[in-house]
Structure formats: structure tokens, C-alpha cells
């Protein structure tokens, strides 16, 4: 059994050849804007890892998708941002089909035989903003919506061919609802502008991308359930507990390289060492039960997404201590002669900062234990 081992084959099992693809190169050329992570992942076929295989797709189910995407984390971690946000799409997508008029089977086959990129344009970023009040509106003009409005950071936002937006937008009797809209990257009005200055994360490509007045034939608008309230659909649930659960396991495969170096290191205590082990495993333990439960269940419903959200605020913890605790483990002379233990644990500290933060949803989190339904906001 080795460290990373099992991610690893199934990273190798279902897009064969990038983990050695990333291997080749260095993490600062990996994580540097234009690097060639996001090039590697489409020429492995990775944007139909969440495709079902009934439209082409590889069709991974959540346990494997969380290995995977531990594995990626662990090689890239801006790539492991970036490809989330991918696939969190792609898996909005294969929902919405369940209850489309048929389009979407369609696009779910041009992302395999394409290998069509996602960028995610639901609503994130804006410090204090609910997460379901998107900055992007859409109106009807006739027989087309248009779409005015921005999404910063928005991952992807150079490498897309399409973009996936939450909007707003009023139903037949004037109710404003969340709607979701499928923008081609080469619409007219649709840009992108500079946005993300840090160097961690860089490669993801999280800049700012904006609508003008882009046209769009209504099938690419799907409206749903969701209002003002807050409380969540079959879709979002859906698409939060993708997110949530593929997000916290890239960032603990980023934790999981730092504590790799230690274990290579070799010179610290085995006491220190396997408790890093057990502190980033148990995590991931965490995240693997839940996704075996989405892979088991027939219906997702709001007590599996808590558990999702209890199990990304318990990584961010462990994600904390690893890497403060490996950090030291490697010692002054690595801190010197290299940035790489440094910028990992930068990197991992990112899951913090997706959303729903853990002070906006602690009131919320509580409620649910007493019978209430779960508002995301």
C-alpha cells in the first residue's frame, strides 16, 4: 500500500497517461498561467469523466471522481480547481437533462467528442453576497434571453468553449427565479478580462468574464425551482454536493503533496509522520463516505449534502494542521533552497475560501438538526 496509491490508479485507470503527463514537469511551470496542466487534461479526455456513458462519457461515479481528483490535486493544484469546476458543470448539466427537452443529451455528447471545456459561472466570489444571487441577469427580448452582467473569478476562463451561468430571470408571472444558462465562449458580447493577481493558483485561469448584451436562444436557459428563499432543488442539491465534495478533494490532494515530501524527506519522527498520514486520510475517509452514499442513493436530498459540508469544513481543519505540521517536519533547509513546500500550503489553504463559508452556514448547519430546511446563502 503506498501513500496516494489508490488515487493514483484510478487517476491512471480512467484518463490514462496524465499523472505521468504532469509528473514530467515542474510545479511552478504546472501552476503558471498558460501552463500545460489544462492542455494535458483535455488531450487525456478528461472533460467526459462526469459525462454518463449512455452519451459517450467515461461516466465515473463520486468515489472514483473524488479519488481522481485527489490524485490531480496532488500533481497540480490549479488544475484541480480549474477541472472542478469543470465537472461540477458537467454534472449540472447531466441533471438538467433528466428534466430538459432534450438539448442537453446533445451538448453532453459534443463535451465527449469535442472535448469541450466547462467554465462555471455560478455565483462565488463576492465577499458577504449569497451564493444564490448571481451577478449576472437575464431578461426576454422577443423570442431570444439576453444575458448582461459578470462572473470574477470564473476558472477556465481562457480555455472554456462553453459557459454554464446561474442568472436571474422572472417566470411567466413576473417571479424572479435562479435559471441556468449555457453561453458558447465565442458568443457575441461575451469576454474576459484580468482579474487574479495572486501567483497561487494561477494556472486555473480565474479571471473575470463578462456579458454584454449576449443573445441566447431560450433552450439554453433552463429556469428552476429555486427563489429568493434560498432553499435549495433537486439541482442544486446536485450541483453543491459535486462541488463541495470535489473541491475539498483536490485541496486535500494539494495537503497530501506536501505530506508526500515528508514521507520522501524520511528524516522526521515516524511518530510525526504517520500522524500526518492519518490526519489527511481520515479526511479524505470523510469525503469517500459520502461519496459512496451519492453513489448508492437514488434520490440526494439535503441530509447528504450536510454531511458534504460537514466533511469539507472537518478537510479544512486537517488541511490546517497538515500542512503547518509538514511544513516544519521538512525543515529550514527545504524553506530555503525551495518555495514548493510553501506554495502548497498556500494553495490548500484555498478551500477556505470557496463557498458557502462555514460562519455563514454554522446558523443554517444548526437549524437542520432541528427539523428546518437547509438554506445555502
Request: net charge negative; charged share 20%.
Amino acid at each position: 500500500m503506498n501513500f496516494l496509491g489508490t488515487e493514483r490508479e484510478v487517476l491512471e485507470a480512467l484518463l490514462p497517461g496524465l499523472d505521468a503527463a504532469l509528473a514530467r514537469h515542474s510545479l511552478a511551470e504546472l501552476e503558471r498561467p498558460g501552463g500545460p496542466a489544462i492542455a494535458a487534461f483535455r488531450e487525456a479526455g478528461g472533460p467526459a469523466l462526469l459525462v454518463p456513458a449512455q452519451n459517450t462519457g467515461i461516466g465515473a461515479d463520486p468515489l472514483q471522481a473524488v479519488r481522481l481528483q485527489r490524485a490531480v490535486g496532488a500533481r497540480c493544484p490549479s488544475l484541480a480547481v480549474a477541472t472542478t469546476m469543470h465537472h461540477f458543470s458537467v454534472a449540472s448539466l447531466v441533471e438538467t437533462a433528466k428534466h430538459g427537452a432534450g438539448f442537453e443529451w446533445m451538448l453532453l455528447e459534443a463535451i465527449v467528442g469535442k472535448r469541450m471545456l466547462l467554465a462555471s459561472g455560478f455565483a462565488e466570489g463576492q465577499t458577504g453576497q449569497s451564493i444564490l444571487r448571481p451577478a449576472i441577469r437575464a431578461e426576454r427580448r422577443g423570442g431570444d434571453v439576453v444575458l448582461n452582467g459578470s462572473k470574477k473569478p470564473c476558472s477556465l476562463a481562457r480555455s472554456m468553449d462553453l459557459l454554464t451561468a446561474s442568472v436571474v430571470m422572472a417566470d411567466d408571472s413576473g417571479v424572479e427565479r435562479l435559471a441556468v444558462a449555457i453561453v458558447p465562449a465565442q458568443t457575441k458580447g461575451v469576454s474576459v478580462r484580468p482579474f487574479w493577481r495572486s501567483t497561487v493558483l494561477a494556472g486555473a485561469e480565474s479571471e473575470e468574464v463578462v456579458l454584454e448584451d449576449v443573445v441566447l436562444d431560450p433552450q439554453l436557459v433552463v429556469l428552476t425551482d429555486v427563489g429568493a428563499d434560498a432553499v435549495l432543488d433537486s439541482l442544486h442539491i446536485a450541483g453543491f454536493l459535486w462541488f463541495e465534495l470535489l473541491m475539498t478533494a483536490g485541496y486535500l490532494g494539494t495537503a497530501s503533496a506536501l505530506v508526500e515530501r515528508v514521507l520522501r524527506h524520511g528524516r522526521s519522527a515516524a511518530l510525526v509522520r504517520a500522524e500526518l498520514v492519518t490526519d489527511v486520510n481520515a479526511a479524505m475517509l470523510g469525503v469517500e463516505a459520502v461519496a459512496r452514499a451519492m453513489r448508492e442513493s437514488q434520490a440526494w436530498d439535503e441530509s447528504l449534502l450536510v454531511d458534504a459540508l460537514m466533511a469539507r469544513y472537518a478537510a479544512q481543519d486537517a488541511i490546517a494542521r497538515t500542512t503547518r505540521t509538514a511544513l516544519e517536519a521538512l525543515g529550514g533547509m527545504s524553506f530555503i533552497t525551495s518555495d514548493e513546500g510553501t506554495y502548497l500550503a498556500s494553495a490548500a489553504a484555498g478551500l477556505g475560501f470557496h463557498p458557502p463559508s462555514r460562519g455563514r452556514m454554522a446558523q443554517s448547519l444548526c437549524a437542520t438538526l432541528d427539523g428546518e430546511p437547509l438554506h445555502v446563502g
